[in-house]
């Protein structure tokens, strides 16, 4: 089962412009990290931001996370062409065991256009 | 090139088959992490093996099995094929049991049963 929800699923913005994604989830996590998924190739991960965090930056990206609401944004700020992808959150839930696993959530479909 | 390699990238095959996907990690990871990622159920997480041994368990069929072999590579079987089966396998490898750094997913294996 997904542990993530994002939304929207699908977006579609000109280049140039801002793109944010949500996310929630459900139970208490050690991290959550952004992947981005090219068109059926292997997922990439993006960033990570541990549970103690509010904000983090990567080069035009922007993640936030609200443990009290259980959610995420990632913020893709200037999106290029090349940004066209699906992005995926995967939390590292607490209680999982000796092993960590990530569980992912049901991915936003972004699109930018020319 | 992730460093994840997986072997072979497309696969077809009838039901009732059994086939073998192989996956080795990026030097010096040694957690292998399998994934099965479908239209209807996105990606879900399958099994987990850290040094040789299973850390953690997903929702693996009982008509598929994985092992991690001495030298790290993992092979995750198939067997008694259904339609339902078709989708992308992933293996993705972190350096210990956590998830700290993220994961490196290779390309993927994209299964079609016919």
């Known amino acids: 089962s997904q542990q993530g929800e994002e939304d929207p699923q699908a977006l579609s913005i000109q280049e140039g412009e801002n793109a944010t994604m949500n996310c929630s989830y459900k139970?208490?996590?050690?991290?959550l990290q952004w992947y981005r998924q090219n068109s059926g190739r292997g997922l990439v991960h993006l960033i990570l931001?541990?549970?103690?965090?509010r904000e983090k930056h990567s080069g035009r990206l922007r993640v936030t996370l609200d443990t009290s609401k259980k959610s995420s944004s990632l913020l893709i700020t200037a999106s290029r062409a090349a940004d066209t992808a699906s992005y995926f959150c995967?939390?590292?839930?607490?209680?999982?065991?000796?092993?960590?696993?990530?569980?992912f959530g049901t991915g936003t479909r972004l699109q930018v256009t020319l | 090139d992730s460093g994840v390699t997986q072997t072979p990238k497309h696969l077809i095959t009838a039901t009732g088959q059994r086939v073998t996907l192989r996956c080795s990690p990026r030097?010096?990871?040694?957690?292998v992490y399998w994934y099965q990622q479908s239209l209807d159920q996105g990606l879900q997480f399958l099994i987990q093996?850290?040094?040789?041994?299973?850390?953690a368990k997903g929702n693996i069929l009982e008509r598929f099995s994985a092992q991690q072999f001495p030298d790290l590579h993992s092979e995750l079987n198939l067997s008694s094929l259904e339609l339902g089966d078709s989708a992308l396998y992933f293996c993705?490898?972190?350096?210990?049991?956590?998830?700290?750094?993220?994961?490196?997913f290779g390309s993927g294996t994209r299964l079609t049963v016919v």
């Open positions: 993705a490898s972190s350096v210990g049991t956590g998830s700290f750094n993220g994961y490196t």
């Open positions: 139970t208490s996590i050690n991290n």
């Open positions: 931001i541990r549970s103690n965090e």
């Open positions: 995967a939390t590292d839930g607490i209680n999982t065991g000796t092993a960590s696993k990530l569980t």
């Open positions: 030097s010096g990871d040694l957690s």
């Open positions: 093996y850290y040094n040789g041994e299973e850390r």
